[in-house]
């Protein structure tokens, strides 16, 4: 498993024999589904193709395997269930469908089927690895709408990366998932959490924010850190720390404290819209913890940078057909 791909920095484990074969029979709360063919696999579990039984319809199902001690899969459930409460989550998640159990084996939630995620359409459908500017400039506003939408939940994401943004099912939105790391970062009264004192490392060591790196509380301001060295990566196909493995988080650190100088700088957006980034990078570095980021001001640079390059947001994505 890529770095990219991996979630807490844990080993993989074998859960083989936990999971379900083909065409096995899993019962929800709300219906019964057919298991089909394995979309992923994670650290505690995976992800299905199912059919419901009662009309036919393809859905996906996030199995995690009981006795991981994840819980990732409680947390995936509790912000489905209070982002479906709101009509416009269809427009920046799935909709969560049923959810159950088997013994002793695994626990799951059925989701809407989406399509296929960022990181896939990079690596696998652009020759070089990387997208078009035209390409990761609109995919940039089109990932930053639902982290926001997230955060107006008062939840934050915690693993912001490629692979975690997918494409609707009918192909024209931008969908977040994964949502096992998430924290509430509000208390009931709606106000911005104290930080914690001691914290573990949460996220992807590619895309951490620094204080994920330092083991410091996060906040909204490094989800945004996270979309900003990954819409980098869209367009260069790598970061300067690409080449480190998830155990070398130390040097990752250095290198992303280095990017704030003028030559690490100059090197992390050697092939991105220097002058409207820069002004992004700034902007984050400057939010306090509790700081409520101006997600208009981040989208307007991103706009800026588009007019400033050209981008016609009619053009068709570098993984659609052309004309």
């Not at 994840?70 to 920046?92: C, F, P, T």
Request: glycine share 6%; net charge negative.
């Amino acid at each position: 498993m890529s770095d990219e791909r991996a979630s807490c920095e844990r080993e993989d484990e074998d859960w083989d024999e936990r999971l379900p074969s083909k065409n096995q029979i899993i019962r929800g709360k709300e219906g019964s589904y057919s298991i089909g063919k394995m979309i992923s696999r994670g650290r505690f579990g995976a992800i299905y193709e199912v059919l419901r039984k009662r009309d036919g319809k393809r859905f996906a199902a996030k199995l995690e395997v009981c006795e991981t001690h994840s819980h990732g899969i409680d947390m995936d459930y509790s912000v489905l269930k209070k982002a479906n409460k709101q009509l416009e989550s269809r427009e920046w998640m799935a909709e969560l469908i049923d959810r159950g159990k088997i013994a002793d084996h695994f626990r799951f939630i059925v989701l809407t089927l989406m399509g296929q995620d960022m990181w896939t359409l990079r690596t696998e459908f652009t020759e070089e690895g990387r997208f078009s500017l035209s390409t990761a400039l609109r995919l940039a506003l089109l990932t930053l709408h639902p982290i926001e939408f997230l955060h107006g939940m008062g939840f934050i994401h915690r693993d912001i990366k490629a692979s975690n943004f997918v494409l609707s099912s009918d192909g024209c939105n931008v969908c977040i998932i994964d949502f096992g790391l998430c924290r509430h970062y509000k208390d009931k009264e709606g106000e911005h959490k104290a930080p914690r004192e001691v914290n573990q490392f949460r996220g992807t060591t590619r895309y951490a924010s620094l204080a994920a790196h330092r083991q410091q509380d996060q906040s909204p301001k490094d989800d945004i850190e996270s979309w900003l060295y990954m819409i980098i990566e869209f367009i260069a196909g790598f970061l300067p720390w690409s080449h480190f493995n998830r155990k070398e988080r130390d040097e990752v650190l250095r290198m992303k404290e280095n990017s704030r100088t003028t030559e690490g700088m100059h090197e992390l957006l050697k092939y991105s819209p220097t002058s409207e980034f820069r002004r992004i990078l700034k902007y984050i570095d400057g939010l306090s913890f509790d700081g409520q980021v101006d997600y208009t001001y981040l989208g307007q640079l991103v706009g800026l940078s588009m007019r400033n390059h050209n981008v016609n947001v009619e053009e068709p994505f570098d993984w659609q057909e052309k004309d």
